[in-house]
Each structure stands twice: as C-alpha cells, then as structure tokens.
C-alpha cells in the first residue's frame, strides 16, 4: 500500500489500526480502526475506560501483544529521524516482525515505554544500575574519535564500555530525582520505594534518548503525592529531552495538565481527537461529554449526585451494531446509530469526532426524513 | 550472616540427637531384636550350641543392657568416631558405610546432574513454547515418567539388557575390576556402569523437575519485568535467560537441597536393590530388615546430616541468588 507523506511535525501516524486477539471463546477484536497522530515533543493523552484498547494500542506501537494477538490491519507510520542527519525515513511499524533488529532498535532506543506497576517491573535480583545499563549498552553507540585507538577498541565492539555505562546511569538517576545516585545505582528494586522504582523506570526509558515515550498509567499504582512529582518529573524531562509523549490515563484531571492534544477511546476505537482545549471546553462527541460530566467539580451543588455514563462497556463478544456506543448513548438516534458506523470527522474546534450527529449525510437524511 | 550459619549449625545438633534418639526407639520398638532372630535361625538348622553362642554375643554388643543407657554409649561413642559394630556383617559400621559412601555420592553427583541437564532447557523450552507439539510431547513423556516407579524401570530394563544383549549391567563395576584396587582403568569402568543407574534413578526426578520448571517459568513470563525487559529491545532469548529463567530457577534451589540431593542419596534403595548396586540405600534396608541397630542407626543419622546440610547449603546459595532474603 503506498503510503502519503508524514507532515514533518508529526511523528507517529497510526491508520485504521486493527488488532485481534484468539481466544477460546472466538476472536476478540481488540482494536477497531484507532487513528490518531502524535506531534514530534508534543504529549497526546489517550483516555477511556478500562477494556477500551489503551494498553493494547501502546503494546501494538511497540510490537509487544501477547502471543494470541496480532495486528490485522492498518498502519503504523514512525517517522525516524537520525541525530546525525537531516533525512528522515518513513517505518511502517505494522509490517515488523517484533523480534527483527529493526524493531529491538527501535523498541528501547527510540520509543521507550513506563509501564503500570512499577512495583514489579524490575527484575528483582538486579540493580537499578544493571538495568539502565542493559538499556544503554543495547541502544547507544559509542562516539568515534579519529585516531584513538581506545575509541576504535570500542567502536569495533559497538557498545558502550560498563564502566561508562554506570557512570550514565548515575547521571541518569540523579535526572530523574533520585537521592545519592552514586549509593542508589547498586540498589535493588526492594531497596527502593514505589516511586523511586517508576523514577528507575523513566531513567531506563530515557537514558538512550527516546523520541517517543509511551507511559502507561504510571501513576495509577502510586500514592497522589507521588502521582504529581512522578508527572512533573515527566513535564521537566520532556522540556529537556525534547521527546513526545504517549500517556495513557483514565484520570482526566492528570490528562488535562500533561497533554496537548487528547485521543477519547471506546470499545477499540477513536471516538474524538483534538488538541486538549477543544476536547474539555467544546467535546463534540456524547461519550466525551459524559465523560467530562463525571468528573467532581469545585462548588459543585453540595449533596448533588456525581453523573455517571448509563450502563455497562459491553461485553468484547456482543458489542452493539452500528455505533458502538449507541446503547449508551443520550443523543441517540434509533433506527441509525444501531445501523450505521460513524467515521472520523472534523467538527467543533478543529477535533475529529466520530458521531453520526456530525456526518452531514446522515443529518440531511435525518431532517429530510422529519419533513416528511 | 555467620551467626545466622553458627544458629544454624546449633539446630542442626539438637536435630541430629532428637533423630538418631528416635530413631534408635523406633528401631528397638518390634518384638525381639537381632539375637533373637538369629537364634530361631540357628536352632532352625540344629546347632546346638546356638544358645551359648547368642548369649556370648548379646554381652559382646551390649543388648543386655536397657535402651537409654546404651543409646547413650552409642552416642558417645558415636561423637568419638565409634559407630558400633554391624551384628549381620560382623563389621564395624564405619567400615560398611565407607566402602558405600564414595560409590553412592558419585551415583547421586552424577543423577542429579543428569536432572538438572535434561529438566532444566526441556522446562524451559516447554514453557516458551507453551501448547506447541514440542510441549505436549515433553508433557506427556514428564506424566508417564512421573507415573512409573523408578524399580519398575529398573526391572524392564534389565530384562531387555539380559535378554537381548551382553552387556554387564548388575552392579557398578565389571567382574575383573570388582575387587581390583583402585586405578585410572577402574575409574573408566565405574564411568561405563555408572551412567544406566543414574539415568534410572534420575526419570522420576527429571519429570517432576520439567513439570516445576515449566509452572515456575510460565508464572515469570507473566510477570511486568518480563514485559518491561522485552520493552527495553533485548531479544528475547535475553530475555527468558537472563531475567525469566534466573527468577524461575530460585525456587529449584530449594528443591535441590532439600529433596533432590539426600533424595537420591537414601532413596532408590529399591532401585539400587534391583540393579544389585554397592550403595548404602540396599544396606539400610537390610538393616532395618535385621534389626541391625547400630548399622541402621548410624545410617539415619548420616541420611539426616545430609538433609540438614543440604537444607543449610540451599539456604545460603538462595541467600546469595536473590538479593531479596539476603539476611542482615
């Protein structure tokens, strides 16, 4: 399939992204078409509920589903840009097989991933150190310099000798927050508190200078004091790093500071996508509005109940035909959202949203119809 | 760390005298004793003298003494080295046990390495591979090896060996080296007679272990490390090796120390005794047979010594693996 050109500012452009997973029960179609872009340096916040293909996705960028799943369709567009050249070239990541060397390079080195459980996602019979060390011998190559025998010694190994590995990895520690880096880098991961253990993890993602950096509910598992120092952190390295950010998040109150641009997820597809403005002062689609709707305000009317969205996600085996969300949906249109499938378009501040209120087609039909 | 071993060993002790007391009861506890049994034996076949003759011997063993106070000589005599006298063999026990030692430790070196071996990828690879043709196959010969007795083996396979072909299975060493002195030639004999025990008493092991390793290894893959490895762009032969299989492997240390090793050392007697093997398990039946006390009893405290060691041995090299129950 020829692909377009990527905008220069855009760095990763995922096309109808499909995603299935073998089950016993059948196939469980995980992603449903996700499209969505994300801006060189920019952070997009992709939120939903549970079971709405937040993970899933992030692991699809990463070619890291489980056995049983596999992509099925779409594309996947990195646009890779070398530091020591002004060339970029197009990856379609869909088309990789997970273990080639093209994807380890890029998996670690150029799109990195913080995971959820920061308790348990260091080995625990190895240090801190060991860790970002595996990561920068695997990812940064050693600079060359003319003439020096010790550094044409290391270039021909192509790896970054241990002693200077640990020395990065000390600098990194300390980027990240950590007290007495020199102490902690030999620390093992029970030695270390929950948040200086996510801390460890944003080192390991960072050290060999990501482009992209897909964090996965790193805060849900750690307390809200930390939650806010973890985000900060992640805002300052980004301004120093200049990398973008993927975060994925069900808690909107985060999204709304980290992101600048939003991806709303259901049932394995992109329901609206636009700059974070757009999404929380004018949302064009009725799940983002309910959405938005449950969250707690200040002054709210005291004894007032919390909205919440009627019903159930469905089910991955008996999900509505039509629009996915019409069962819930307040604005609902019988007769045509259970029959039609909404696309992607551009409505409201320049978002994208996927509602039948907003096909014009549909809605001449619909008007036509009551005219009648 | 060396309190910790000091406190260890100090338990150890009081575990050895608590066994070996025990264990001397337990052994007493049936109607009659050796004597007895030889003095039916011997009037059976109409010597006269027998009654003289099993009085003679019961002043020379001191069975006409009551238990505790000859356990206690026992025991003292046992912390001097003096482990008593085999009634059966007319030997000191020290000599019956060191004539077996060397050739049960070499067996059991050599099964549970022969384990570790085989279990150790054949787990492994059944767990990468989870539900492949290879993994069931593996699944299913690890189930009927788990199922089928060790002795059982034994006895099939000695049955091909006889009767269909001439190689010399009984035993550990050829006819002409069985009571030569020991020499290089001798040692290459042993090696040749050596590996069919070891297979045998091995195949109960090797299956249980695959099943542990594979469980063991599954639960690891699961584990966010694994994923946040593979994340980093190591590939995945690292990945299982180095983080899942060095996790999944710490829980076998254990097993080593505490089953595996005084396992193979005391059990397989029935094995041993059909392959008509010079190790101790064979004598400790017999012993046990006989009312042979001081050759049972100093046998059990051995097996006991073994197991405690090997407990304290599994402790510390887990210590030293996982940085985790690493004691202050």
């Known amino acids: 399939m020829a692909t377009a050109a990527l905008d220069s500012e ?44 937040k993970s899933v996705t992030a692991r699809a960028i990463m070619q890291l589903l489980a056995k049983n799943g596999s992509i099925v369709s779409g594309e996947m567009l990195y646009n890779r840009q070398r530091d020591d050249s002004s060339d970029s070239e197009l990856i379609d990541i869909a088309q990789q097989p997970a273990d080639s060397q093209l994807m380890r390079d890029l998996r670690g080195g150029e799109i990195a991933m913080i995971f959820q459980e920061p308790m348990s996602s260091l080995t625990p019979v190895y240090t801190a150190g060991l860790h970002i060390g595996e990561s920068i011998q695997l990812h940064l190559k050693p600079r060359q310099t003319v003439g020096d025998q010790m550094a044409k010694a290391i270039a021909r190994q192509n790896r970054i000798p241990r002693e200077e590995a640990r020395q990065i990895a000390v600098e990194m520690l300390d980027k990240v927050g950590i007290p ?28 060999c200078g990501p482009k992209l950096l897909i964090a996965d509910e790193p805060t849900t598992a750690l307390d809200v004091t930390t939650q806010a120092q973890i985000n900060d952190l992640m805002l300052d390295l980004q301004e120093e790093f200049g990398m973008a950010i993927m975060y994925i998040t069900h808690d909107l109150g985060v999204i709304a500071e980290m992101a600048e641009d939003i991806a709303v997820m259901y049932l394995g597809r992109i329901v609206e996508q636009g700059t974070t403005d757009a999404i929380f002062y004018n949302p064009q689609h009725p799940y983002t ?84 | 760390m060396l309190s910790y071993i000091i406190r260890r060993v100090g338990y150890s002790v009081v575990m050895l005298v608590l066994v070996s007391f025990v264990g001397f009861v337990i052994i007493e506890l049936p109607p009659g004793d050796f004597l007895t049994q030889l003095l039916t034996e011997l009037e059976g076949r109409g010597d ?22 000859r356990y206690v000589k026992w025991a003292t005599n046992f912390v001097r080295g003096d482990f008593g006298e085999s009634f059966a063999l007319e030997r000191p026990v020290r000599e019956v046990i060191a004539q077996r030692f060397w050739l049960t430790c070499a067996l059991a070196v050599a099964s549970i390495l022969l384990v570790w071996v085989v279990a150790i990828p054949i787990g492994v690879y059944s767990a990468t591979n989870q539900y492949s043709i290879g993994d069931q196959i593996f699944t299913t010969i690890s189930f009927i090896g788990l199922g089928v007795p060790g002795f059982l083996l034994a006895l099939l396979l000695l049955f ?51 099943r542990i390793m594979r469980g063991n290894l599954l639960d690891t893959l699961g584990q966010p490390f694994v994923e946040s490895a593979r994340a980093r762009g190591l590939k995945s032969r690292t990945v299982t090796w180095k983080h899942a299989v060095r996790m999944a492997i710490n829980p076998l240390i254990v097993i080593l120390g505490s ?70």
């Open chain 1, 10 to 53: 855009v760095l990763l452009d995922i096309r109808d992204l499909q995603v299935h997973f073998d089950v016993r029960r059948g196939t469980v179609r995980a992603l449903e078409g996700v499209n969505f872009t994300i801006r060189k340096s920019k952070t997009l916040g992709v939120i939903g509920e549970s079971g709405s293909g």
């Open chain 1, 180 to 207: 007495r880096p020199e102490e902690r880098v030999v620390s093992y991961p029970h030695e270390l508190s929950g948040g200086q253990r996510q801390r460890v993890m944003i080192a390991i993602a960072l050290s």
């Open chain 1, 289 to 372: 509005r309910a959405l938005l709707r449950s969250i707690p305000r200040i002054g709210q009317t005291e004894g007032s109940r919390l909205e919440v969205i009627e019903g159930m996600v469905p089910d991955p085996f008996s999900i509505p035909t039509g629009c996915p969300f019409n069962n819930r949906c307040p604005d609902v249109m019988p007769g045509i959202c259970d029959v039609r499938m909404p696309e992607l378009l551009t409505a409201g501040d320049g978002q994208r949203a996927a509602c039948l209120l907003h096909d014009p087609d549909t809605m001449q039909e619909v008007t036509r119809a009551r005219v009648h």
């Open chain 2, 160 to 210: 091909y060996v006889v009767q269909f072909t001439d190689v010399d299975i009984l035993g550990l060493f050829s006819r002409e080296y069985r009571d030569a002195p020991w020499s290089f030639a001798k040692f290459v004999d042993l090696l040749k007679h050596l590996w069919l025990p070891a297979l045998i008493g091995s195949i109960t092991g090797t299956a249980g272990l695959i």
């Open chain 2, 259 to 328: 089953e595996a090793l005084p396992g193979i050392i005391v059990g397989n007697a029935l094995v041993a005794t059909v392959l008509n093997l010079p190790t101790i398990g064979p004598e400790f039946v017999r012993a046990l047979q006989r009312q042979d006390m001081y050759l049972a009893g100093t046998t059990l405290v051995f097996f006991t010594l073994i197991l405690l060691v090997g407990n304290l041995l599994a402790d510390l090299a887990l210590a030293w693996l996982d940085p985790r129950i690493r004691l202050e």
């Open chain 2, 48 to 69: 006269r003298s027998a009654e003289d003759r099993v009085t003679e011997l019961r002043l020379r063993y001191g069975l006409d003494i009551p238990l505790l106070p």
